[in-house]
């Protein structure tokens, strides 16, 4: 009998990779959506019926709604990602895991972060460095709630695809960005979705105990560069200036991101020894192997833009 498992943010990238690895693999795939109606990336109406995808309505940040989605779904196994709390109100992920587990949900695959690898124990995160805390904080409750065998982290670098915030720029041929010089890895979404599918199918023995999988992609460059890397892909000179934190900080909230995460954003760019030293060190070299060992491949930056040209040109 095929494995049942309840993917929750299959309306994105990560997720939607997730599922459609999970069903690849022989897995009964539940989708718990916000949105029943919205489409799932890489998945048409046609593969998803022949695929024998089901749909449930779900929000991570309504608890009553996560039990009802795992008791029509009849999973033991859950793929789930962060919910960013909000200050000076109950941790919505503590909530939603605890609804997980008590109607009948064994083992949890969740969607982390890097940054959470820069810190150890997990516990020592310091409230203000907002992205590792939120992501460490959820780690500690999945622990709790789970034990240390009913869940694996997913902890990815940086998304390939934070680049299409630039669009628009590519288009103009004149990218504005903080500290171009700054260098990330890149990882693909598909990539990370693939090896959280793999993880989901496999259950907690699939990853040799191990809690934490760390998820890096191939190639270590620059912002800049990854931004040439692009115009390359579409055969025209996009130019590359840097600009300052104040205004740096400016378009990200443009852009729709909250202040305080634009203002950490750009102070961490501003100050990246420590994932420079993660880059250094053998992690990242385990990390890139863990994306092959799990996902069947590293995809490259080159890759990567060219898959998605049409929303630069």
């Not at 989605?69 to 999973?75: E, F, L, R, Y």
């Not at 065998?149 to 960005?177: D, E, I, Q, T």
């Not at 443009?254 to 203002?263: D, F, H, R, S």
Request: net charge neutral; with cysteine; aromatic share 8%.
């Amino acid at each position: 009998m095929p494995t049942p498992v309840l993917v929750f943010g299959a309306t994105g990238g990560v997720g939607s990779a997730c599922a459609r690895h999970a069903q690849s693999l022989g897995a009964s795939v539940t989708l718990a959506v916000r949105d029943t109606e919205k489409p799932i990336p890489g998945l048409s109406p046609e593969q998803e019926k022949a695929g024998g995808y089901k749909r449930v309505q779900a929000d991570l940040m309504r608890p009553e709604t996560v039990s009802e989605a795992v008791k029509q779904s009849g999973a033991k196994h859950a793929f789930v990602y962060l919910v960013f709390p909000i200050p000076g109100q109950p941790d919505p992920n503590r909530a939603a895991f605890k609804a997980l587990r008590a109607a009948g949900v064994e083992f949890v695959v969740f969607l982390s972060s890097l940054s959470v690898e820069m810190y150890e124990p997990v516990d020592s995160v310091p409230a203000q460095e907002i992205i590792p805390y939120a992501h460490a904080q959820a780690e500690l409750a999945l622990e709790e709630i789970f034990g240390k065998s009913g869940y694996v982290s997913l902890r990815p670098g940086g998304f390939a695809s934070n680049l299409f915030r630039s669009a628009g720029m590519v288009k103009a041929g004149s990218v504005k960005m903080p500290y171009p010089e700054v260098k990330f890895d890149w990882i693909v979404p598909e990539d990370i979705g693939r090896a959280g599918g793999t993880i989901l199918v496999g259950g907690p023995s699939s990853t040799g105990g191990e809690k934490s999988i760390l998820l890096c992609g191939p190639e270590l460059i620059s912002q800049g560069n990854a931004v040439k890397t692009i115009g390359r892909v579409l055969g025209k000179e996009v130019a590359v200036e840097a600009v300052g934190d104040e205004e740096a900080v400016k378009d990200m909230v443009a852009g729709g991101l909250p202040g305080p995460l634009a203002n950490y954003l750009v102070k961490a760019l501003k100050h990246p020894g420590v994932m420079e030293t993660l880059f250094a060190s053998n992690k990242y070299k385990v990390a890139v192997e863990n994306v092959r060992k799990y996902a069947g491949k590293a995809t490259t930056l080159v890759e990567w833009a060219t898959e998605n040209k049409v929303a630069f040109e």
